[in-house]
């Protein structure tokens, strides 16, 4: 039975893709989430999105905003609000020195991926983000196709 454990593997349920595109990332930390049983149920089979939340610290605490985890298809009445506002568990440390960079340095709290741990566990990683202006995504764009556009040419002479 040891063994089955050890061989568990982090399983990605949600990853927000376009955060790498749209902000510049600075710092980053994994938190717990506070679930109901039915929104476990829904993110084990992968029915959520992250791409338009964030997370927002008010009074010590931090909670996780407008991430859309589908209700239960067995859930009845007992089922849970789609994009209610859920707290995460981060140490205090943690939380004043985010509430800090968000106070003091305008940035933001955005999620980058919401999966389960080793132990089976929801985790939300976050990351503390500036937006990029229009000018720094073309540079990111154009930085990118360079970089494929190099590949293609080192693969077509040979050189890997």
Same mark, same amino acid.
């Given at each position: 039975?040891?063994? &089955?454990?050890?061989?568990?593997?982090?399983?990605?349920?949600?990853?927000?893709?376009?955060?790498?595109?749209?902000?510049?990332? @600075?710092?980053?930390?994994?938190?717990?989430?506070?679930?109901?049983?039915?929104?476990?149920?829904?993110?084990?089979?992968?029915?959520?999105?992250?791409?338009?939340?964030?997370?927002?610290?008010?009074?010590?605490?931090?909670?996780?905003?407008?991430? @859309?985890?589908?209700?239960?298809? *067995?859930?009845?009445?007992?089922? @849970?609000?789609? !994009?209610?506002?859920?707290?995460?568990?981060? *140490?205090?440390?943690?939380?004043?020195?985010?509430?800090?960079?968000?106070?003091?340095?305008?940035?933001?709290?955005?999620?980058?991926?919401?999966?389960?741990?080793? $132990?089976? !566990?929801?985790?939300?990683?976050?990351?503390?983000?500036?937006? $990029? &202006?229009? @000018?720094?995504? !073309?540079?990111?764009? &154009?930085?990118?196709?360079?970089?494929?556009? $190099?590949?293609?040419?080192?693969?077509?002479?040979?050189?890997?």
């Amino acid at each position: 039975m040891a063994k &089955k454990e050890d061989e568990r593997a982090v399983k990605i349920v949600a990853d927000n893709r376009k955060a790498r595109f749209n902000y510049e990332l @600075h710092d980053s930390v994994e938190a717990g989430l506070v679930l109901t049983g039915t929104e476990v149920k829904s993110l084990r089979m992968g029915k959520s999105q992250i791409a338009e939340s964030y997370a927002q610290i008010k009074d010590g605490e931090a909670f996780l905003i407008n991430a @859309h985890i589908e209700e239960f298809s *067995h859930g009845n009445r007992f089922n @849970h609000e789609p !994009r209610r506002p859920r707290k995460l568990l981060m *140490h205090y440390r943690q939380i004043v020195r985010f509430a800090q960079g968000i106070d003091r340095e305008g940035m933001t709290l955005i999620p980058l991926r919401l999966y389960f741990d080793e $132990k089976g !566990r929801a985790k939300i990683q976050l990351a503390l983000a500036r937006g $990029k &202006k229009l @000018h720094d995504k !073309r540079s990111s764009i &154009k930085e990118r196709d360079w970089n494929r556009q $190099k590949a293609r040419v080192m693969r077509s002479q040979g050189r890997d």
